[in-house]
Each structure stands twice: as structure tokens, then as C-alpha cells.
């Protein structure tokens, strides 16, 4: 009964026992260590410095040369575009100035042209109300002399319809004349 109980790291390395520390720390093989790190560290750096660094250099140079090219296009552009703008105010500006004009030009041509046959209108009225005056003043006078015959015509037929045919057509007539 007397079995063997095996512990993780002898199951791994096949349970040989080894002594000693963990061999980075190790001071027997630091020498080898450091110059292995040395030889490594060379490589990398001359590494760097041969082919990554020259690109990476390279790369930043173009990027911040592209970076400055549109800057400067960005700034044109911008100028442009203010200029632009500045033109299609003044455009603006000229545009509006030339309506109003135009619109005022318009108004006094209308306002000339209406007063024209207002002034027209006013003169065929007031000629055709001298004529209907004129015509009105004729027939007043034909009626005003048409009156005397009416009252003369009608104080004969109240005579004769109350006296009867006794009075004569002269004496009311000098009657009317009289009465008037």
C-alpha cells in the first residue's frame, strides 16, 4: 500500500527532480543573458533605425504635406467662396436696386396713363353734361312756356265745369297772365 504520490511538476518533466532556481535568475547564466540582450537589443535597433524609422519618417512627412496642401486648398476655397458670396450680395444689391426703379418707373407710367383718361373721362362728361344742361335748360323753357297754356287750359276746363261756358278763353288767359 504503499503507493507513490506524484506531484504536477514531476508528471510534467517526467519526474526528474531538477535543483536549482528559475534560470532567468540564475546568476551562472546572466553572462550568456546579457549578451544574447545585447546582440538582440543591436538588432532591433539597427532594425529601426535601417527600415521602420525611415518609413515611419517618410509616411509623416507625406501626411503632413498632404495635410498642409489642403489646408492651403481649404483656404483658397474659403476665399473663393467669400468672394463669391461678396458678388451675389453686390449682385443681390444691384438686382433689388433695378426692381425698385423699375417698379417706380412702372407706378409713375401708370399713374400718367390713368390721370390721362381720368382727364379724358372728366372732359367727355363734362361736355356731355353741358348738352343734357343745354337740353334740360330747352325743354325748361318749352315747358315754362307750355305752362301758361296749361293753366290756361286747365283754369278753363275748372270754369266751365263749375260756371259753365259763360267766360271766354281770353279772360282767362289775362286772368293766368295776371296771376303769375
Known amino acids: 500500500m504503499a503507493e507513490q504520490v506524484h506531484t504536477t511538476a514531476e508528471v510534467q518533466h517526467g519526474g526528474a527532480q531538477h535543483g536549482g532556481a528559475f534560470?532567468?535568475?540564475?546568476?551562472?547564466?546572466?553572462?550568456?543573458?546579457?549578451?544574447?540582450?545585447?546582440?538582440?537589443?543591436?538588432?532591433?535597433?539597427?532594425?529601426?533605425?535601417?527600415?521602420?524609422?525611415?518609413?515611419?519618417?517618410?509616411?509623416?512627412?507625406?501626411?503632413?504635406g498632404k495635410i498642409a496642401a489642403d489646408l492651403e486648398e481649404a483656404?483658397?476655397?474659403?476665399?473663393?467662396?467669400?468672394?463669391?458670396?461678396?458678388?451675389?450680395?453686390?449682385?443681390?444689391?444691384?438686382?433689388?436696386?433695378?426692381?425698385?426703379?423699375?417698379?417706380?418707373?412702372?407706378?409713375?407710367?401708370?399713374?400718367?396713363?390713368?390721370?390721362a383718361k381720368r382727364a379724358e373721362a372728366e372732359t367727355g362728361l363734362a361736355a356731355k353734361i353741358a348738352d343734357a344742361e343745354s337740353r334740360i335748360a330747352g325743354i325748361k323753357t318749352k315747358a315754362l312756356a307750355e305752362v301758361d297754356g296749361i293753366a290756361v287750359d286747365t283754369a278753363e276746363a275748372l270754369v266751365s265745369s263749375l260756371i259753365g261756358d259763360g267766360v271766354s278763353r281770353d279772360e282767362i288767359a289775362a286772368a293766368v297772365a295776371a296771376a303769375k
Open 23 to 64: 534560470p532567468p535568475f540564475d546568476s551562472s547564466t546572466f553572462a550568456s543573458q546579457l549578451l544574447w540582450l545585447a546582440i538582440t537589443f543591436g538588432l532591433f535597433y539597427v532594425l529601426m533605425a535601417k527600415v521602420a524609422l525611415p518609413r515611419i519618417g517618410g509616411i509623416l512627412e507625406t501626411r503632413h
Open 75 to 115: 483656404n483658397r476655397l474659403k476665399a473663393d467662396s467669400e468672394a463669391a458670396g461678396a458678388a451675389y450680395e453686390a449682385s443681390l444689391a444691384t438686382a433689388r436696386k433695378k426692381s425698385q426703379e423699375i417698379a417706380s418707373e412702372t407706378r409713375a407710367a401708370l399713374t400718367a396713363s390713368i390721370d
